[in-house]
């Protein structure tokens, strides 16, 4: 089953496009990353997503019913990025009111609450009120929200940006047991490390359009970068390289050359042929790119035009 | 419905925790306290003089009735000072977006904080006026026509600011929002001012105003209806009933158009906040 499957929506805010054209589907059981600079349009995204912001054009379903369906958001949990919520609750009332919302009934949310408190690693702090909270503390209970109605999709935006390294390990923990019951979850961030430890795919976003999506083990394998040191490089032999990848560039100076591959079976090839071009190979060394590197690759290339 | 009375709830239950409700009842019992007090010395001095029984009403009245402007004044502060937040305040927290992402409707979130606020605001007009009227009543007999019509115009006028304010905050900064409730008040009672003096003079023009002031709001119109049902004695003797008194009793089609006014201002809630990107 499809958690979400978008075409082609679009927000306009008068001249301004803050999202161009969103395709995009994840499936359930699949932990979606969406990447992209400060406002490239990630939670105006999720916002079309969620119905929180009409779209001005394009399609969209969540869990296989149409955009603004109110039934299908019962299997929908969601934490917005930047939140404040009613702090005069204890954590636990925040819970039960949220519960109720969902449409729990006294019994699964007396069932749930302690669970989820647990979870997170608020049990202690079940009575606190939530204006005595750590913003990371907020953030555990905000996830909690957001699994109470054991969901089918999970919309996380930005989770682990208040968190210390303990928290978000156990956000990681928490999403990659929300994976393995099938749920999808569709994680907004910019912290990369974060993402590559969790995601199966990602996709980049920058002024309001995608740019790349792909999963992390084509990241792992494709895209490699090979430096590469010769005894008196010719413009011929940069020319040449041409064929086995792209963005062939010599460094001034020491004259290293670099070049981007697709995988690494080109590797002992690349080797062969630059010395039966009679070329001295002192150098040939591969280097995956972080998903960093290659955000910025992929994100910083596109908004140079 | 569920859902519209758990926000209620949650209305309610903000009153208290923020503790709005314990100030706004301890300030009340202080007031009423004050006037219990003052009133009972007046009425010590003027019982002591040979006035007559008129002459002695007429001074009750007097008191009474400031001491119901007051109240009237104080609850249309309140209800606007406690509401005006409540929806443009979450949409600035996003406190709203983990409410509105459940499976629920919008309207059953405006609907539910409006029910959350009336029944608070409307108590506290009970509590206030009714207080005072029985503090008059116990202490100097007199007693008021029409007590629950007379509170539950009372009532009206605040329900038609809190459905402006619930309004305005689903278009409006919070600030904005509140400038916007207290000129409308505030126009409402320059208005009934100028008709009042307008009638008296039998000038139709100031009439004319007054009248347009209380379409654009009809909140000074329904305390004045409330007050000639208090009072009915004061309707012919405008210059004694001072400066809060009516001249002449609103008409049915004024009480009609002020209770359809907050049915209005909240179908425009309700039809704004489903429209609104947040």
């Known amino acids: ?305 | 419905m569920n859902i519209v009375w758990i926000i209620t709830q949650l209305t309610i239950r903000e009153t208290q925790r923020r503790r709005i409700l314990w100030v706004g009842l301890l300030m009340g019992l202080g007031f009423l306290l004050l006037f219990g007090l003052g009133f009972h010395y007046i009425y010590l001095d003027i019982s002591e003089t040979n006035l007559r029984q008129s002459e002695t009403d007429i001074i009750i009245g007097l008191l009474l009735t400031a001491g119901l402007y007051a109240v009237n004044f104080l609850a249309a502060i309140m209800v606007v000072l406690i509401s005006v937040t409540t929806i443009s305040g979450e949409i600035d927290t996003h406190t709203i977006e983990t409410i509105l992402t459940k499976p629920i409707y919008r309207w059953q979130v405006v609907l539910g904080k409006w029910l959350g606020y009336a029944i608070m605001s409307s108590l506290y007009v009970i509590l206030l006026a009714g207080g005072l009227m029985l503090i008059v009543y116990l202490r100097a007999g007199l007693a008021l026509h029409n007590i629950p019509f007379g509170l539950g115009l009372m009532i009206l006028q605040v329900l038609i600011i809190l459905s402006v304010t619930i309004a305005g905050g689903t278009r409006l900064s919070t600030l904005a929002n509140g400038v916007m409730a207290f000129m409308l008040f505030g126009i409402a009672f320059l208005g009934g001012m100028v008709e009042q003096i307008g009638s008296l003079l039998t000038n139709e023009t100031a009439v004319n105003i007054g009248i347009v002031s209380s379409l654009i709001i009809p909140t000074d119109i329904m305390w004045k209806y409330a007050l000639a049902l208090f009072q009915p004695q004061f309707l012919n003797t405008p210059f004694l009933a001072g400066p809060f008194a009516v001249t002449s009793q609103p008409s049915r089609a004024m009480l009609i158009y002020a209770m359809l006014y907050p049915i209005a201002f909240l179908a425009f809630a309700v039809y704004s906040f489903t429209r609104r990107d947040l």
């Open chain 1, 1 to 305: 089953m499809k958690a979400i499957e978008a075409n082609g929506l679009r927000k306009e805010f008068g001249e301004k496009v803050a999202v161009a054209d969103l395709t995009l589907e994840v499936q359930t059981g699949e932990v979606f990353g969406f990447l992209g600079p400060n406002g490239a349009g990630k939670t105006t995204s999720v916002k079309m997503l969620l119905g929180l912001t009409s779209p001005t054009a394009g399609t969209a379903r969540l869990l296989e019913r149409p955009l603004g369906d109110r039934r299908v958001r019962a299997k929908i949990g969601f934490l917005p990025e930047h939140f404040r919520f009613h702090e005069w609750l204890t954590a636990a009332e925040f819970l039960d009111f949220h519960g109720r919302l969902y449409g729990m009934s006294t019994s699964q949310r007396r069932q749930v609450i302690p669970d989820l408190l647990h979870l997170v690693g608020l049990a202690d702090r079940a009575h606190t009120k939530l204006k005595a909270f750590s913003k990371g503390m907020l953030q555990r209970i905000g996830l909690a929200q957001a699994l109470l109605n054991d969901p089918k999709l999970v919309i996380l935006d930005e989770p682990t940006s208040g968190l210390d390294p303990i928290g978000r390990r156990l956000v990681r923990d928490i999403i990659n047991g929300l994976r393995d019951e099938g749920t999808a979850v569709f994680l907004n961030s910019h912290l990369l490390s974060e993402v590559e430890k969790t995601c199966d795919r990602v996709a980049f976003i920058n002024q309001g359009k995608i740019l790349r999506i792909m999963s992390l083990d084509e990241l792992e394998q494709g895209n490699i970068q090979v430096r590469i040191r010769v005894g008196q490089p010719t413009p011929t032999l940069l020319e040449n390289l041409k064929q086995f990848g792209q963005h062939v560039t010599q460094e001034k100076g020491n004259g290293r050359i670099h070049l981007y591959i697709q995988s690494e079976e080109q590797l002992p090839h690349l080797a062969t042929w630059i010395i039966q071009q009679g070329y001295t190979l002192y150098e040939l060394t591969p280097h995956h790119l972080s998903l960093e590197e290659h955000f910025l690759q992929i994100v910083g290339t596109e908004s140079e035009d």
